[in-house]
């Protein structure tokens, strides 16, 4: 699975789990799953409504996470490919 995948980059131990980044990627699998899902099924208005709330929390986690460690986080946006970066 992606999601064991990921754990073996990271670090092995189970605080990895908790960390910011492995939760970001835990929730950037599941709004491309329901991303996927909705494309199918465009009139399911509860996975919709479930998706902006991931959404948000994602954005919420990468919020703290860029200003915290601003290289951690885009190591973590790069990895991901999330969006692009703006270069200044």
């Keep these: 699975m992606i999601k064991n995948s990921f754990i073996s980059l990271q670090e092995k131990n189970e605080e990895s789990r908790g960390s910011v980044e492995f939760q970001v990627f835990s ?7 329901l991303t996927s899902h909705l494309e199918l099924h465009r009139k399911d208005y509860l996975s919709q409504r479930g998706l902006r709330k991931i959404l948000g929390k ?15 986080y885009k190591e973590l946006i790069n990895q991901l490919n999330i969006r692009e970066l703006k270069t200044r």
Excluded: G, P
Excluded at 27 to 33: A, E, L, P
Excluded at 58 to 72: D, E
């Design 27 to 33: 929730f950037t699998n599941k709004i491309r799953r």
């Design 58 to 72: 994602r954005q919420r986690l990468l919020a703290y996470l860029s200003k915290k460690n601003r290289v951690r």
